[in-house]
T-cell receptor, first 111, second 109 residues
Framework: KAGVTQTPRYLIKTRGQQVTLSCSPI?????VSWYQQTPGQGLQFLFE???????NKGNFPGRFSGRQFSNSRSEMNVSTLELGDSALYLC??????????FGPGTRLTVT | GIQVEQSPPDLILQEGANSTLRCNFS?????LQWFHQNPWGQLINLFY???GTKQNGRLSATTVATERYSLLYISSSQTTDSGVYFC???????????FGTGTRLTIIP
């Protein structure tokens, strides 16, 4: 069974731009979560989607948004990028209440 | 929300040594996972262990849910064991994982 995939793997953007990251979960997994990892703040929860509905949201500004499609694939969008948005963005998928599996991540650099 | 503390923050050992990493959490949990983050940033699943004991080769883990802690044991350490180990927990009815700050393990040949 294929693992969680994320695209793109690396991204360089300029302040003020917007970016869209994509995550394809393990087949059959309907829960997809997103996390941000930075050296200063560690791993922080962004949001979780299940059956196209956002069920939980972390403490991030409204510039961070996401969605989930009917095939469970998910995208997250960051608008008006700031230098502090430079981070590794990780996506995880799972069955409800079960072990979560992470993708390889997207490393975003904002200049 | 749940608080997760990992100790020690850093651990430097000689190849062949054994190590114990600890994870304390502040409330009852439905999910507890141990991860090893590889040099490229991916989180590799080690154990899904909300309670009890599991073993996988040189690695084993124990979670004592009633006392709110988990231990990860690494025996006969190898240089490939180097990296950052994370503990993460989720409470009931919630997929949100709260991560500890990690233990950076360095194995010296």
């Amino acid at each position: 069974k294929a693992g969680v995939t994320q695209t793109p793997r690396y991204l360089i953007k300029t302040r003020g731009q917007q970016v869209t990251l994509s995550c394809s979960p393990i087949s059959g997994h309907r829960s997809v979560s997103w996390y941000q990892q930075t050296p200063g703040q560690g791993l922080q929860f962004l949001f979780e989607y299940f059956s196209e509905t956002q069920r939980n949201k972390g403490n991030f500004p409204g510039r961070f948004s996401g969605r989930q499609f009917s095939n469970s694939r998910s995208e997250m969008n960051v608008s008006t990028l700031e230098l502090g948005d430079s981070a590794l963005y990780l996506c995880a998928s799972s069955l409800p209440g079960a072990e979560q599996y992470f993708g390889p991540g997207t490393r975003l650099t904002v200049t | 929300g749940i608080q997760v503390e990992q100790s020690p923050p850093d651990l430097i050992l000689q190849e062949g040594a054994n190590s114990t990493l600890r994870c304390n959490f502040s409330d009852s949990v439905n999910n507890l996972q141990w991860f090893h983050q590889n040099p490229w940033g991916q989180l590799i699943n080690l154990f899904y262990i909300p309670s009890g004991t599991k073993q996988n080769g040189r690695l084993s883990a124990t979670t004592v849910a009633t006392e709110r802690y988990s231990l990860l044991y690494i025996s006969s350490s190898q240089t490939t064991d180097s990296g950052v180990y994370f503990c993460a927990v989720a409470d009931f009815g919630n997929e949100k994982l709260t991560f500890g700050t990690g233990t950076r393990l360095t194995i010296i040949p």
